[in-house]
């Protein structure tokens, strides 16, 4: 490698977001003819420190040179004129428009959308891409919006490419197909960057890997000099055990009885069909699935916050009796009586109020209680200080809003307000996205005294290790329906993989 | 591009957090700053010294007791209509019209003293015009929020043109209850029997509307901060998606808090018909539904700092007028100075949610002021 | 009897000055900038006009060269409302204050600026009444095409105006040809869609939000200078341009931001606006008022079955009303 010159050479990039120092001294080499897997957890600053590259961050200190010649990247154009293109994880396109208005958004020139077309049709056919250039954005699948992203990119001749984790939307058919395109690219001699955190697709695909932990630059290396323990190593900082505890249930009842559920999106498509499960008190049900395959909907559904189109979900009381959930909001649910805990995957967003300091983020589930017009106060403010003590939250003081707080105590506030409320149904949703390896343990340990106490819970995560490690069963969901439930305990990894892709899980091969 | 400059000359970051007591610091600085152009531009038109311009701005609020009541009365009914459009804006609901709700309410209670006047003793009448004023704002609110609750339909726009079939209604109730006949004007209502006519405390007429304004002062600070439905209203406002998920009924909240928000404007239009003016007109309310919006933004959706905000826009516009009016020039110069102000508090808020980085030889430097 | 061919004319230069103002405020709210200093802009450009047009004639005595009389207070009206658009736009997209407010502040202003410097200029005149005519400017804003008489009806309710009426048709067209048309519109209706997507697509947003704002403040201006020069013949009197600018703004949401239509929709406000007149029971002034609250109840009525439809192509662009911040999180 040494003897190529860099396409692009990052040297000592700092960028820091208030408090938070999100990329600190970052080296980093890209060279064209090889496809880079950028790795790394969720927050080590591998999206970051592409986007500076693509002119959507300035950096605070440091200085990238592509070619050989140092450049300063003020803005996406400059980018687009050095031959950079980013596909972003969070789709960069204009609702409204088609996807050829798109595509041509940003060029110079006379609007010429029929040469557009054209041109754009030539490339889907030298990728075998499927696009109508005359739909709108706001009628697309994610895929599709994908795929326009990137002929985007391509269109501007884009010989620098880098995808923020562009799998997380796929199916594994459309991951196949974007892979061989990505090689087609490199082979042209174009360089590519992925960011990932999927080990298996930095062995399939890259050429190259280079790690960042914590916003700093670990290493780099051949991907075939490597395998997955070492960079998982260089990604966590040591060698991950996953030893996380798994008592026993003790004394399982049913608790929350599921059957064929079905729920469909406001724009009609179906998220979840004829979906039946019963979970049980004092047992994890972890629930598998590739993203977006109707975990989301599942949880909300149970929670009251997402309409249903048919089926039921039966909330079963310790002597037998049965009360329906659906049709019911929170508040009603709260007001049957059944203790319901949800920890949603949007936890600023969702879970908590942003802008709003710890106590009053523990008055959300706590604010109606009594009669007084006027909000109790010191309730929620000793409830804020007890679980900044308990689990260890870092916090300058429970009056700082929730915001500024890094992800994993983030995580911790809103785990510690559902769990305060003792429930018997907690439902978590990527509980651990975005954590280190402490908060990750911590929030395991949360959940199982939660499963100790009796409590049903629902644990939705992406991670398979971890699942097969934690749940007493696993709910596998394929496309919105459920493709087999297995027990927790002996459950290969393989087999829950294939049941994520292909209902029942058993391949035609 | 040029290769030599190796980064832009500065860059602009959003500050972490400010302390109030710099954030306020330079705000006065902006308004020392923006009266001091004023001053300049003053002198300039008028040719007067600038000591004697500010002199003539004091004056004007202070300079007799009559001056300093009509001050105290000019901010009450401000600050009035500020602290009605103030739940709406801190569930991010932009109710731009307040001055059509105070002019509903201004219509009914006019309507009252007009209609039911020669019929019903005076203390039913009052009773009659405080309740039907208050409807008939909590009603001009609550048409655009329930189309915004149920349809999401844009309430900046709605409320905004809702200011002006208001004004039009008002117009047209102004001929039909002309009086005398084919003036075009109501003129002052019920002057012999007094009838509707909200008494004098002490012997001030303005103490009544002061006195209620400052119970609604506190009333609105104390429900906002500390009352559930004030909670509700701030976490509404942060994140729809939060409210839903505790089970906050999102669109029943936008509605109730539209109707408190025009309710309390329909109070300040009976205030400004059955204690100021005892009168109808379409120009009533004197666009404070407007101004009450800046008054309300610039003390950040906080009733108490509101009374400071809008003491400063009415002692600034009643200087002016006395500029105006000692210097003989037109009552409008008052605006534009109103305007110049407001435009120097507005721009100097970047100073305080933002701060800027300049990159010479790698040092950073901040700056903290206008 | 309704008479149609005294009516349409009159429609039209009422619903001129509402045009220019919609077109303008369309412009500059596709960019997402929801500009509501508008009636203040329109203000400034019509006395911007009357100042220029005013030491004009007072210089010539009332001999006013045609070209140079328009040139000056087309020049000064159009100097004032850019001034005022880069007011709104170095507070709202340099300082990223907020939209609201700071409109109705330029609003304020505005107006204000107008009614001053109208007032001094009554009193500088000396006239009796309150109000300043500037007849010989007029006279050139006014005139019409020489053979327009001779062709009855169509020359009446075609070519009887001032050619500030046609150039308010042309620009109508114009900004709608480019916002659909052309990059350089496609490109703005990113920046107000989403500002976020148009920057990563490398368009300069603070530049288009500063030019579709500028540009449609100089375009709105030239409604207040129309309203002077050829409604009123020249005459400003305080106040009297009256809430024609809030019009202007519901006259955007009627057309659902689309100024083409505005050229019809316009003149059915104008229309709208004095049907009375042409109405038997219009002669009882209390129902002209009511005639006058039609536009603003039917754009209510519009921007309800917009959003009830829930038509994406038909609703607000989509961060208006926001400040951009690129680095956001």
């Known amino acids: 490698m040494d003897n190529k010159i860099a396409a692009v050479k990052m040297r000592n990039i700092t960028k820091r977001f208030g408090p938070v120092l999100a990329n600190d001294k970052v080296w980093l080499d890209i060279y064209r003819g090889e496809i880079l897997a950028l790795l790394g957890e969720n927050g080590s600053g591998k999206t970051t420190l592409m986007n500076m590259l693509s002119g959507i961050y300035f950096p605070d200190e440091g200085e990238i040179s592509i070619d050989g010649k140092e450049v300063v990247i003020r803005s996406p154009k400059d980018a687009f004129d050095l031959g950079i293109g980013m596909i972003h994880q969070h789709f960069k396109l204009v609702d409204v428009l088609t996807a050829a208005e798109n595509i041509v958004l940003g060029l110079e020139g006379k609007l010429d959308l029929k040469a557009a077309k054209e041109k754009i049709r030539g490339i889907c056919d030298a990728y075998g891409f499927e696009v109508d250039p005359d739909q709108k954005i706001y009628d697309m699948s994610v895929s599709q919006k994908q795929t326009v992203e990137i002929v985007k990119v391509l269109y501007r001749g884009a010989d620098i490419l880098i995808l923020d984790e562009p799998t997380a939307v796929l199916t594994p058919q459309e991951t196949d197909k974007l892979f061989a395109v990505l090689r087609n690219m490199r082979d042209d001699g174009k360089a590519v960057v992925i960011i990932t955190h999927k080990m298996h697709e930095v062995e399939a695909l890259s050429d190259r890997v280079a790690i960042l932990r914590h916003g700093q630059f670990i290493g780099d290396m051949p991907t075939r000099d490597t395998n997955a323990q070492e960079m998982t190593n260089m990604m966590v900082g040591h060698a991950v055990t996953l030893n996380i505890d798994r008592p026993e249930p003790v004394d399982p009842k049913p608790r929350i009885e599921v059957k064929n559920l079905t729920v469909r999106s406001i724009d009609g498509i179906l998220k979840l069909e004829d979906v039946s499960f019963t979970a049980n008190s004092g047992e994890i049900l972890g629930i598998a699935g590739i993203s977006g395959c109707g975990q989301k909907e599942l949880l909300e559904a149970i929670a009251g916050l997402q309409p249903v189109e048919s089926g039921s979900i039966q909330y079963i009381e310790d002597d037998g009796s049965r009360e329906e959930l659906i049709g019911k909001n929170p508040l009603s649910i709260a007001e049957m009586g059944v203790s319901l805990s949800f920890v949603p995957e949007d936890r600023l967003g969702m879970g908590l109020v942003a802008n709003m300091d710890l106590s009053d983020n523990m008055m959300l589930r706590s604010f109606r209680k009594g009669r007084s017009i006027f909000t109790d106060r010191k309730t929620p403010r000793q409830l804020a200080l007890d679980v900044v003590e308990e689990l260890e939250v870092r916090t300058p003081s429970v009056a700082t809003p929730v915001r500024r707080l890094s992800g994993g105590n983030v995580q911790k506030v809103l785990v510690g307000r559902e769990i305060a409320s003792a429930p018997t149904v907690l439902l978590t949703a990527y509980a651990v996205r975005g954590l280190d390896i402490n908060s990750s343990y911590t929030i395991y340990d949360l959940i199982n005294k939660q499963k100790a106490a009796g409590v049903a819970v629902l644990y939705v995560g992406e991670d398979l290790d971890v699942l097969l490690e934690l749940a007493d069963r696993i709910l596998v969901l394929c496309g919105g329906k459920v493709s087999g439930i297995v027990p927790g305990r002996g459950a290969k990894k393989r087999d829950v993989g294939l049941m994520m892709t292909k209902i029942g899980g058993k391949t035609d091969e | ?370 | 009897m309704f008479d149609l061919f005294s009516f349409l004319p009159r429609a039209v230069v009422q619903g001129m000055p509402l045009l220019l103002g919609s077109t303008g405020e369309t412009l500059t709210e596709k960019s997402g900038n929801l500009n509501l200093g508008i009636p203040g802009i329109m203000y400034v450009g019509a006395i911007s006009g009357v100042i220029g047009s005013f030491f004009y004639e007072q210089a010539t005595g009332g001999n006013v060269q045609p070209l140079v009389a328009i040139l000056i207070p087309l020049g000064c009206c159009l100097l004032g409302s850019l001034l005022m658009g880069l007011l709104y736009c170095f507070l709202t997209v340099t300082l990223r204050a907020n939209q609201n407010v700071t409109g109705l502040a330029l609003t304020t202003f505005g107006v204000g600026f107008g009614n001053f410097f109208g007032g001094s200029l009554i009193k500088l005149s000396g006239s009796e009444l309150p109000s300043v005519i500037l007849t010989a400017t007029s006279n050139v804003f006014r005139r019409s095409l020489p053979f327009a008489g001779k062709l009855g009806w169509f020359g009446k309710i075609f070519l009887s105006y001032g050619f500030l009426a046609y150039l308010a048709v042309v620009i109508a067209l114009v900004a709608s040809y480019i916002l659909k048309r052309t990059r350089a519109g496609l490109q703005l209706r990113a920046v107000g869609e989403s500002p976020n997507t148009a920057d990563a697509a490398g368009i300069n947003v603070n530049r288009y939000k500063y030019v579709a704002t500028c540009t449609g403040s100089m375009i709105a201006g030239l409604g207040g200078l129309y309203y002077v020069m050829d409604y009123a013949s020249g005459m400003w009197s305080n106040n009297a341009f009256g809430d024609r600018g809030w019009l202007a703004i519901a006259l955007v949401i009627f057309t659902v931001w689309r100024p083409n239509v505005g050229v019809l929709a316009s003149i059915l406000f104008g229309g709208l606006y004095i049907l009375h007149m042409y109405i038997p029971s219009g002669m009882n002034l209390a129902v002209k008022e009511l005639y006058k609250m039609a536009p603003y109840v039917i754009t209510i009525i519009v921007l309800v079955l917009s959003s009830m439809r829930n038509k994406r192509e038909n609703q607000p662009p989509a961060s208006l009303g926001l400040a951009y911040f690129r680095e956001e999180r």
């Open chain 2, 1 to 370: 591009m040029n290769n030599k400059q190796r980064s832009p000359l500065f860059h602009i970051a959003k500050r972490s957090a400010l302390r109030w007591y710099s954030a306020w610091a330079i705000r006065g600085g902006a308004v020392l700053l923006a009266l001091v152009v004023c001053g300049v531009i003053t002198s300039q038109v008028t040719g007067e010294d600038p000591i004697a311009v500010y002199k003539a701005i004091f004056e004007g609020s202070f300079g007799s007791s009559r001056k300093a009541w009509v001050l105290l009365q000019n901010i009450a009914m401000l600050l009035c209509v500020s602290l009605a459009v103030t739940p709406a804006f801190r569930m991010r609901c932009w109710n731009l019209g307040a001055e059509g709700q105070a002019l509903a309410g201004a219509l009914a209670a006019a309507a009252c003293m007009i209609l039911l006047g020669p019929k019903l003793p005076n203390g039913a009448v009052i009773l009659c015009m405080i309740v039907t004023s208050i409807l008939a704002g909590a009603i001009w609110a609550g048409i655009p929020a329930f189309f915004k609750a149920k349809w999401n339909t844009n309430e900046t726009l709605f409320t905004l043109m809702m200011n002006y079939v208001a004004t039009q209604l008002v117009s047209y109730y102004c001929v039909v209850w002309e009086s005398p006949k084919g003036s075009g004007n109501i003129g002052i209502i019920n002057p012999n029997t007094q009838i509707g006519w909200f008494p004098s405390i002490a012997g001030q007429k303005y103490l009544l509307n002061i006195l209620v304004v400052a119970l609604v002062c506190v009333a609105m600070y104390v429900y906002l901060n500390y009352s559930k439905h004030g909670y509700e209203i701030a976490v509404v406002g942060e994140s729809e998606r939060t409210a839903r998920y505790v089970g906050i009924k999102v669109e029943r909240v936008i509605i109730r808090t539209m109707l408190l928000s025009g309710a309390v404007c329909g109070l300040a239009g009976l205030l400004l018909v059955g204690s100021t003016n005892h009168t109808l007109t379409p120009t009533l309310v004197e666009g404070r539904g407007f101004t009450a919006v800046m008054v309300s933004w610039l003390a950040k959706f906080n009733p108490i700092w509101m009374i400071l905000t809008s003491f400063l826009l009415v002692f600034l516009s009643r200087g002016a007028g006395e500029i105006a009016t000692n210097f003989g020039l037109n009552s409008s110069f008052g605006d534009i100075l109103t305007g110049v102000i407001l435009f120097f508090i507005i721009g100097s808020e970047f100073f305080i949610n933002y701060e800027i980085h300049f990159r010479k030889s790698g040092e950073k430097e901040e700056t903290s002021n206008v």
